[in-house]
């Protein structure tokens, strides 16, 4: 079993730039492939972002490519989300979450997540 918690959300203005970090728990920590997702209000979760076990390979949803960049470090057991050019429509709830599967963009996927963490961009 895997236990996540995410931290470094919070209020930020368009333009600029957040580091979400996500620590997990366990010793299994590298057998897991790692996402990040996110929700606002009213909307369904959205995938951002995704990492192999090895950290070798990267996904990004459409909204967030170019902008975001996920990595992992297996020896600390953590995975980031560094956002950059953030803009209004990038505030929601953002979660980290952990699968032993390779469909790596969708929610259903995933098995472990974390309890959220909120980022905010003003205009």
């Known amino acids: 079993q895997v236990q996540l918690a995410e931290s470094g959300g919070g209020l930020v203005q368009a333009g600029g730039s957040l580091r979400l970090s996500c620590a997990a728990s366990?010793?299994?920590?590298?057998?897991?492939?790692m996402g990040w997702f996110r929700q606002a209000p009213g909307k369904e979760r959205e995938f951002a972002a995704a990492?192999?076990?090895?950290?070798?390979?990267?996904f990004y949803g459409d909204s967030v490519r170019g902008r975001f960049t996920i990595s992992r470090d297996n020896a600390k057991n953590t995975v980031d989300l560094q956002m950059n050019s953030l803009k209004p429509e990038d505030t929601a709830v953002y979660y980290c979450?952990?699968?032993?599967?390779?469909?790596?963009?969708?929610?259903?996927?995933?098995?472990?997540w974390g309890p959220g963490a909120q980022v905010t961009v003003s205009s």
């Open positions: 979450a952990a699968t032993s599967g390779y469909r790596v963009t969708t929610p259903e996927s995933y098995v472990y």
């Open positions: 366990g010793r299994t920590f590298s057998t897991y492939n």
């Open positions: 990492i192999l076990r090895s950290g070798g390979s990267a």
